[in-house]
T-cell receptor, first 113, second 114 residues
Framework: EADIYQTPRYLVIGTGKKITLECSQT?????MYWYQQDPGMELHLIHY???????EKGDLSSESTVSRIRTEHFPLTLESARPSHTSQYLC????????????FGPGTRLTVL | KNQVEQSPQSLIILEGKNCTLQ??????????LRWYKQDTGRGPVSLTI?????NTKSNGRYTATLDADTKQSSLHITASQLSDSASYIC?????????????FGRGTQLTVWP
């Protein structure tokens, strides 16, 4: 099993709250990713990072922001949550080599009321 | 447009039976194709990864095939178990960027009944 962790696993909050979803990995991977997944739908890349101080937006536009101050840590922040942000958020990491597998965390199920 | 299409959308089989899941893709240029298993409420876990030159790869009871000419892949599950109940996701990577962009299918939801 991969050493990548996400907290919290489940979060129910009210509209307008600021939230941070935590993701950490102990594999020393340079690449880290955030995906958004709605039930029965494909994963959509919303943010990625090649390494410390590197962050890029993914394919799906997202109002969230990320930071990469340490290799092992890649938190995602929503400044003001809205019901449209309700979704599952999956964090993943992988090495720099082209065929490296992406290892996924267990996900955070976010519900905004 | 780069796309990954999976079929069937859902499948129910009895424990002990075999099944085959399909994946068609239009991703170009092609780098590799991966099959992931995603249990409900969990993150995907890699089952197999195949490059252009590989046409079959096994991982226990899971066997993936790849036909790069027709841009099709299949995942065959042998002697299914209740624990095989999950969503199986086909993921294709392109060579078009240093990121190795991944294109995800919507998955096939497999349910194994006792």
């Amino acid at each position: 099993e991969a050493d990548i962790y996400q907290t919290p696993r489940y979060l129910v909050i009210g509209t307008g709250k600021k939230i941070t979803l935590e993701c950490s990995q102990t594999m020393g991977h340079d690449k880290m990713y955030w995906y958004q997944q709605d039930p029965g739908m494909e994963l959509h890349l919303i943010h990625y990072s090649y390494g410390v101080n590197s962050t890029e937006k993914g394919d799906l536009s997202s109002e969230s922001t990320v930071s990469r101050i340490r290799t092992e840590h890649f938190p995602l922040t929503l400044e003001s949550a809205r019901p449209s942000h309700t979704s599952q958020y999956l964090c993943a990491s992988g090495g720099l080599a082209g065929l490296d597998t992406q290892y996924f965390g267990p996900g955070t199920r976010l519900t905004v009321l | 447009k780069n796309q990954v299409e999976q079929s069937p959308q859902s499948l129910i089989i009895l424990e002990g039976k075999n099944c085959t899941l399909q994946c068609n893709y239009t991703v170009s240029p092609f780098s590799n194709l991966r099959w992931y298993k995603q249990d409900t409420g969990r993150g995907p876990v890699s089952l197999t990864i195949m490059t252009f030159s590989e046409n079959t790869k096994s991982n226990g009871r899971y066997t993936a095939t790849l036909d790069a000419d027709t841009k099709q892949s299949s995942l065959h599950i042998t002697a299914s178990q209740l624990s095989d109940s999950a969503s199986y996701i086909c993921v294709v990577s392109d060579r078009g960027s240093t990121l190795g962009r991944l294109y995800f299918g919507r998955g096939t939801q497999l349910t194994v009944w006792p």
